[in-house]
């Protein structure tokens, strides 16, 4: 051995414990799992997310789901590049290159319309895009979702929900149940026992990797 390294296993260090990611359970169709979004979130639990092959309807609402961000970026996104286009059209005819058309006004904003519409749409879909993939995240090589048990059914055949711990905090790795008694956190065990009432094919632990 080395002089300055620590063997932890032989010396007898305990290794730290793993970072609980959640409570995956898989289900066979859209039925169960819009169910099981649905029961558990009567339950208390919030902190939950769906992994189907397709788009199932209903189960954003099952979840909680409410899109607010995404709609507002674009809109930010579509009012800045209205002002980009028609801003760019008056410097451009007014202030930088300005030609005289037959006597007619520099200035004549009806003929702005077409560009300024376009940037509109341009800056708004690009603000969407954008903003789709970083609040979700993405990319995204790895998530701890993936070291599930038939994960890889989730783009074909199967749907999983996922009731995830804590990340941060004093309360990091417990589960928050928000129900008429007020917030509580509770350990794997409750919320395995919950999904496993909720007829699903499996019901795993995952955990994060170091």
């Given at each position: 051995?080395?002089?300055?390294?620590?063997d932890?296993?032989?010396?007898?260090?305990?290794?730290?414990?793993?970072?609980?990611?959640?409570?995956?359970?898989?289900?066979?169709?859209?039925?169960?799992v819009?169910a099981a979004?649905?029961?558990?979130?009567r339950?208390?639990?919030r902190?939950?997310?769906?992994?189907?092959?397709?788009?199932?309807?209903?189960?954003?609402?099952?979840?909680?789901?409410?899109?607010?961000?995404?709609p507002?970026i674009?809109?930010?996104?579509?009012?800045?590049?209205a002002?980009?286009?028609?801003?760019?059209?008056?410097?451009?005819?007014?202030?930088?290159?300005?030609?005289?058309?037959?006597g007619?006004?520099?200035?004549g904003?009806?003929?702005?319309?077409?560009?300024?519409?376009?940037?509109?749409?341009?800056?708004?879909?690009?603000?969407?895009?954008?903003?789709?993939?970083?609040?979700?995240?993405?990319?995204?090589?790895?998530?701890?979702?993936?070291?599930?048990?038939?994960?890889?059914?989730?783009?074909?055949s199967?749907?999983?929900?996922?009731?995830?711990?804590?990340?941060?905090?004093?309360?990091?790795?417990?589960f928050?149940?928000?129900d008429?008694?007020?917030?509580?956190?509770?350990?794997p065990a409750?919320?395995?026992r919950?999904?496993?009432?909720?007829?699903?094919v499996?019901?795993?632990v995952?955990?994060?990797?170091k």
């Amino acid at each position: 051995m080395a002089h300055g390294v620590i063997d932890e296993a032989a010396a007898g260090i305990p290794e730290a414990p793993p970072e609980l990611h959640g409570v995956i359970a898989e289900y066979a169709d859209a039925e169960h799992v819009i169910a099981a979004a649905a029961k558990a979130r009567r339950a208390g639990y919030r902190r939950m997310d769906a992994y189907s092959p397709f788009p199932v309807e209903g189960l954003d609402t099952a979840l909680g789901f409410r899109d607010t961000l995404v709609p507002l970026i674009m809109l930010v996104g579509g009012a800045c590049g209205a002002l980009f286009g028609f801003g760019f059209l008056y410097y451009c005819m007014v202030v930088s290159y300005p030609l005289n058309v037959g006597g007619q006004p520099l200035y004549g904003w009806p003929t702005y319309i077409p560009i300024t519409f376009e940037c509109t749409v341009l800056f708004s879909a690009l603000s969407g895009a954008i903003g789709m993939f970083m609040l979700n995240g993405l990319p995204q090589p790895y998530h701890p979702v993936f070291d599930a048990p038939n994960f890889d059914r989730a783009t074909s055949s199967s749907f999983f929900l996922c009731i995830e711990a804590e990340p941060e905090g004093r309360n990091k790795g417990l589960f928050e149940i928000r129900d008429e008694d007020g917030v509580r956190y509770v350990g794997p065990a409750e919320p395995e026992r919950f999904l496993t009432e909720t007829e699903p094919v499996r019901v795993s632990v995952i955990e994060r990797r170091k």
